[in-house]
């Protein structure tokens, strides 16, 4: 056989594999978007005196951010499919890397894309009912109020948060949520019923020292006016010691159970109600809860009860459906602990996994957690491609700060924060007002405007020479493709 006919044999089996391997590609799809974000905060510390606040928590912030996602979904053999998600989020000026310590960012020469999902997912698994998703994916059940986003601001190290790859006074803005995940979802319509773990951290694999989170969501559908939901989600922690270590790695397990019910049955009106039980027990750790009064053996444990409660409400204004007005509220409730407890009992709410108030500056002061938050706001559409929205929250906390005197509080829960002295016995923490607006430019293109104000309330101490009003203003331009 000449040199030449091998050639071509050879060539003829390498395109033949080639054809045969993306014959399997039905469809592949290619999205994404881009969003540049300007950002300017005042007084995020809500005092005059910044020398000794974190350097990047100073008087006045100043930041552009890019967010850039690029997202190619490709549909296989039949019931397969792939996701795959790429995502860059810098600010403008400074490369972002991945972090050195759970609670820091670095600058280097480089700018990194990071795998933001990347997932399969296969229909009618084993049998019809069944879809596998297994890879990083985003999770979301429920309002957001326990399981949300991977990494979320209110979410200290230790209940692990991977990092931040944002500046520190910006990172409750960040667009990653994903989980690394397996999903199974069981469709017996109008029954969904997902069952998931998820390892959220795993610092060293070597040590007894992840975080794992395992759960079940239930969401059924009564009638087309009330749709119901019930889930119980599982943080399991080890305690962090070293798989040769001969110390118990004793695990501390939280569980969450609640339900969620959503009711459309009234003309133009909708009504929400979500309640959450929390059990189980917190490791004596103050690394892992700095903000907690804990006594006893460290990475001991001590029991945990805590609830949580939102009730929400929306009104369409029918006699001007030209401008598509709409009123809403929402209620929301937080238990805390006693003042300075340090009992073997613990009542404050743990904010999990949440996912809710992302842009407001009580989301980036606070953590969710002892507090009762009132939200009233409205939206409308002037004219067309334009929405107009205003926000107003009151914050008052569930238990009041240490009756003994004044004490300095990391209220946000996260290492690295600022700190602010609070008064002793008082509840008032303060009031927001946020005011927005949306211009749709093309279908793809969208300009927004926000500016809000964080009035501190009674319970902070007038502080170095003050207590200032946090603020301010938030500018984005969106392109979707």
Known sequence: MSKRLILILALAFVVGIAFTAYAEVQNVKVSGDLTVTGVARNDLTLTKDVASTPADFGKKIRAILSQVRVRVDADLTDNVATTVRLLNERTWGEEMDEPTTPDSYKTT???????DLAYATMKEFLYSPLSLTVGRQ?????????VGARTTNAIAAGHG?????????????????????????????????????????????????????????????????????GYIFQRARDRG???????????EKLTTVGAKANYTGLKDTSLGLEGAYQFGDHLRNTTL??????????????????????????????TMTKYAPMLGGSYTYLSGDKAASTNDH????DSMFE?????????????????????????????????????????RSAQPFATEGSLTKTLSNISGDPTYTMKAGKKGLGNEIDLGITYDYTEDVQFGLTGGAFIPGGAFEKQNAGKETAKQVIGSMKVTF
């Open 138 to 146: 985003e999770l979301r059940f429920g309002s957001g109020l326990v």
């Open 289 to 318: 809860y700095p903000n907690e009064s804990i006594s006893g053996t460290t990475n001991s444990t001590r029991k945990v009860t805590a609830y949580a409660l939102q009730a929400t409400g929306s009104y369409k204004v029918p």
């Open 241 to 251: 010691v070293a798989v040769t270590s001969t110390a118990a790695a004793k695990k």
């Open 355 to 395: 996912d809710q108030n992302s842009g407001t500056i009580f989301n980036k002061i606070f953590a969710l957690t002892n507090m009762q938050i009132v939200n009233l706001n409205a939206s409308a559409k002037p004219i067309e491609d334009v929405t107009l929205t205003a926000n107003y929250y009151n914050l």
């Open 109 to 115: 020469s480089n700018s990194d894309i990071d795998v």
């Open 161 to 229: 948060k991977t990092g931040r790859y944002l500046p520190n006074s910006l990172d409750d803005l960040s667009l990653r949520k994903a989980f690394d995940a397996i999903r199974a979802t069981l469709d017996y319509n109008p029954l969904v019923v997902d069952l998931i773990y998820s390892k959220i951290s795993e610092s060293n694999i070597a040590a007894f020292d992840d975080v794992n989170l395992y759960g079940a969501n239930a969401n059924y559908a009564v009638n087309k006016n009330l749709v119901t939901e």
């Open 346 to 349: 613990f009542r404050g709410w």
